[in-house]
């Protein structure tokens, strides 16, 4: 269903302008502004390094973003911007007029992972939040901090250069990304009717363990589609010694756990992208107690469509038929709560590459492939915005050559050691999406 959304979007009249865009007349003077776009990053750094840290050592869970969006918000109006807080719940939007010309959105998220951070910063993370009815560590160990700090950034660079491009530009902070309901609970609260309507185009990053500094870019799918998982086996409690008198819910877990990767290894093409992973099993309160129930929570990734109805085909089949095996009752499955792929405009990707290539040089790469994480920009895609959505490094390049001769992988999104290298990142980051931005606005009249 995705990619046939992308074929069509040249037809729409967002992507109509989009193409005018593409004219030579409208290119941007990369040599021009590049030197005065680097001397207002380095000296808006300190700045934008401060903020890094502070959204760092105060992570907040999806729709609990209460402090995060006030210090976003109150950084955008001492820019200038008219901001308006509370959208979707915790959600920001920020936005300034320079003239006439396209409206063009850039979205930051704003929620943390409910987990420890293990990075040993000195800004390390020690906060505990209320999750699911239970107590947890939260940490902002996919990195959207880092999103945070280059989103204020982009928003002070365009502003410091707004003699050289003409539009409206709506900046975004996105609560709940994680749990992918964020962009269309925005979008469910008047995004596209409150605020003049559609943007244009929609442009995004997400930083990941390549070496600071580097973009990468890819044109069409970007990521995967997931789909949350949680199934609840139904037993029947008894004394641990006497497991004759009880229909056993941990052993039908354990089955499931084990026969489901089957659909993935047995029933999916193996030259075609597909995982279920179970992140969470939740079951007893003791030893010698064998409990009534046991759930577990986990997610499905897939990059299209008949693989992905193929395996949550799997997944309910999986389910049934350890329960009657049991002879327990049905499972309760539960399947939904998609994120679908972000798909990456052909015509934007190519302008944006061609202005990243030019302004940052082997700095900028193309991916060999799409990444198999997942998240809600897509949203707006679908609400029929182009948009495109970059990969930035952000690993210390000696960690991957130390971790490289240990024969380790090198610490990803979402581990409790993952960090990013503030200095280059933020800085590229910020360079990457203000010349991205400006490469599809008209200069000044």
């Known amino acids: 269903m995705h990619i046939r959304f992308s074929t069509t ?70 820019l200038g911007f008219e901001v308006t807080e509370g ?23 704003l929620d943390a992972l409910p987990m420890q951070e293990k990075t040993g910063l000195p800004y390390a993370s020690e906060v505990k939040a209320q999750w699911e009815g239970h107590e947890t560590y939260v940490a902002h160990s996919c990195g959207h901090d880092s999103h945070m700090a280059i989103w204020v950034g982009t928003a002070k660079a365009m502003l410091s250069m707004k003699d050289k491009w003409s539009g409206t530009v709506m900046f975004i902070g996105q609560p709940a990304e994680e749990s992918v309901n964020g962009a269309s609970g925005m979008i469910a609260d008047g995004l596209f009717k409150r605020f003049g309507g559609k943007p244009d185009m929609a442009f995004a990053l997400h930083v990941g363990p390549d070496p600071a500094g580097t973009v990468s870019y890819i044109s069409g799918p970007y990521d995967t589609t997931a789909d949350s998982m949680e199934i609840t086996f139904v037993g029947r409690g008894a004394h641990g010694s006497m497991p004759e008198k009880s229909i056993d819910p941990i052993i039908m877990a354990a089955r499931f756990i084990e026969d489901v990767q089957t659909v993935i290894s047995r029933e999916k093409d193996p030259m075609v992208f597909g995982v279920v992973t179970v992140g969470s099993v939740t079951s007893g309160s003791a030893g010698n107690i064998i409990p009534d129930d046991a759930t577990l929570r986990g997610t499905i990734r897939t990059l299209d469509e008949k693989t992905r109805a193929k395996i949550l085909d799997g997944v309910r089949r999986t389910a049934n038929a350890v329960a009657a095996m049991s002879g327990a009752p049905a499972p309760q499955i539960k399947l939904g709560d998609t994120a679908y792929s972000v798909m990456n405009d052909p015509v934007l990707t190519e302008k944006t590459a061609a202005v990243l290539k030019q302004a940052m040089g082997d700095k900028v790469s193309q991916m060999a492939r799409p990444i198999p994480a997942s998240e809600d920009f897509s949203e707006f895609e679908r609400a029929g915005v182009p948009g495109e959505y970059l990969t930035l490094g952000g ?29 280059p990142t933020i800085k590229a980051g910020v360079e990457a999406m203000t010349l991205s931005v400006m490469n599809v606005m008209p200069p000044k009249a």
């Open 9 to 78: 979007l040249l037809a729409t009249a967002a992507a109509a302008a989009l193409l005018s865009l593409t004219t030579p007349a409208l290119a941007l003077d990369v040599a021009t502004v590049k030197p005065q776009l680097e001397a207002e990053i380095s000296a808006d750094y300190p700045h934008l390094f401060d903020i890094y840290k502070d959204i760092h050592q105060h992570p907040e869970l999806g729709h609990q973003e209460t402090r995060t969006a006030a210090k976003l918000a109150g950084e955008m109006r001492a």
């Open 87 to 109: 959208v979707g719940g915790t959600g920001v939007v920020a936005i300034y007029h320079n003239g006439p010309g396209p409206m063009v959105m850039i979205r930051t998220e």
């Open 395 to 423: 690993m210390d390049p000696k960690t991957i050559a130390e971790d490289a001769k240990k024969g380790i992988p090198v610490p990803v999104n979402h581990s409790p050691l993952f960090t990013v290298l503030p200095e």
